[in-house]
């Protein structure tokens, strides 16, 4: 059992409490007496997440960020975090790492409730745990609520953090706002909480647009259709990569991007764009839900055969 998702599938026989939604959303609801609890857990690992040059701040943020977007997805408002920490030795560093963690937890006003330290040895990687603590006074989105005649919506821009990182892996100039937005993710919690009472099923873009959008398809029964030419890019991008078929796939399997994809009514489309003027993040229509199975792509007017890899999958 050498992948991510065959393991998964294996503790899914462990996980049967309704809370967990089968270990197939971005978190699990618990039920608690007329109110919801979210709850949320991902790490973030050193040549794994992030870089081992980059700064420990931005480390702190992506750890924070990355949970908040999955509470961000179920349109969960936070009330905590439990963090899970490794000491490697490295005093400054470690003092990095707090400061730019006290600047993120203020940016979100998220409180600190706990969490362990343990040391590791100094050739292991730094792995850094988090588990969110969300709470939701209505209903609770999820991957499978996609229903046939459903318009497929997505958050900002894709493709950015990706871009990002071979920015910094290849040491060569680029903009420094895809490595940004690689180093520091921002979760798109107000639009999560508008969002919710309006979606069909929502999630976030952790592993790539093409691979989390077949996900979406599976969990809710339908197909999904992406039209590649309505993905949006950032100007960076483009000035960076292109804006090409073969640009816009790398884009749609980066991953790392914690935007929002979302189903919706077309009746809702105008509530969706009023509310992406208010907020002043972009919401676009990308693709639609339709009877049957699996992801297919197009390209404005042409089908594009599906990539070998849809995205990120831990091995
Ligand atoms: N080690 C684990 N133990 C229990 N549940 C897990 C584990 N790893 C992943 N899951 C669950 O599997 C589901 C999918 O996880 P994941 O793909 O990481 O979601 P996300 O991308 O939203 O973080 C979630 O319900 C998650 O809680
Ligand atoms: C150094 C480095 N190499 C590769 C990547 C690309 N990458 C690693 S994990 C990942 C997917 C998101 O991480 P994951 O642990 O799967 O988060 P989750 O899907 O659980 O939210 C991506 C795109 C990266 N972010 N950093
Ligand atoms: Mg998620
Ligand atoms: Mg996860
Ligand atoms: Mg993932």
Redesign the pocket.
Known sequence: MSSETAF?SA?RRL?TDPA??G????A?VLELGGTRLVL???MVVEGVHFLADDPPGDVAWKLLAVNLS?LAAKGARPLGALMGYSLRGDAGWDRAFLAGLEEALAAFSLPLLGGDTVSVPATAPRALGLTAIGTSAGRVPSRSGAKAGQTLWVSGTIGDAGAGLRILRDGQPGAEALVRRYRRPSPRLSAGGRLAPLVGAM??V??GLLIDAGRMADASGVAILIDLARMPLSSELVEYGGSGRAARLVAATAGDDYELLFSAPFAAAQEIFALAKELGLSLLPIGRVEDGSGLSLRDGEDLVPRPESLGWEHR
Do not use: P
């Not at 270990?23 to 971005?26: G, H, I």
């Open positions: 998964i503790l996980a967990a939604r270990l197939a959303d971005d699990a949320t857990h991902d999955d999630m976030d952790s592993d």
